[in-house]
């Protein structure tokens, strides 16, 4: 079992930054991958960035060249920066522990997800 705790989130005009943080409750070194989901109302959660092997990372389109996803193992904590804010950006964000197969990421443990609101 592994706890996650995400926070960071908030309030933000257009064209700010956040720096979502996720803290687990066991070594994240341990971990296969690691990954940050978003999902807005009404609609699906979707995967926006994933890490494996401490480095190797990927990122949705509308995440790339704004966000970047990394982690500090001596504070076992997953982090995403997130720049040049959109008011489509709003949603719910969720870390994961998962599993990459085949270079595919699977998720694992959910943590309970931080709020990100962009305002125009």
């Known amino acids: 079992q592994v706890q996650l705790v995400e926070s960071g989130g908030g309030l933000v005009q257009a064209g700010g930054s956040l720096r979502l943080s996720c803290a687990a409750s066991?070594?994240?070194?341990?971990?296969?991958?690691m990954g940050w989901y978003r999902q807005a109302p009404g609609q699906q959660r979707e995967l926006v960035a994933t890490?494996?092997?401490?480095?190797?990372?990927n990122y949705a389109a509308s995440a790339q060249g704004r966000f970047t996803i990394y982690t500090d193992n001596a504070d076992d904590t997953l982090y995403l920066q997130m720049n040049n804010l959109k008011p489509e950006d709003t949603a719910v964000y969720y870390c994961?522990?998962?599993?990459?197969?085949?270079?595919?990421?699977?998720?694992?443990?959910w943590g309970r997800g931080t709020q990100v609101t962009v305002s125009s």
């Open positions: 994961n522990t998962g599993r990459f197969l085949d270079g595919t990421f699977f998720p694992g443990y």
């Open positions: 066991r070594s994240i070194s341990m971990f296969n991958g």
């Open positions: 890490i494996r092997s401490g480095s190797i990372t």
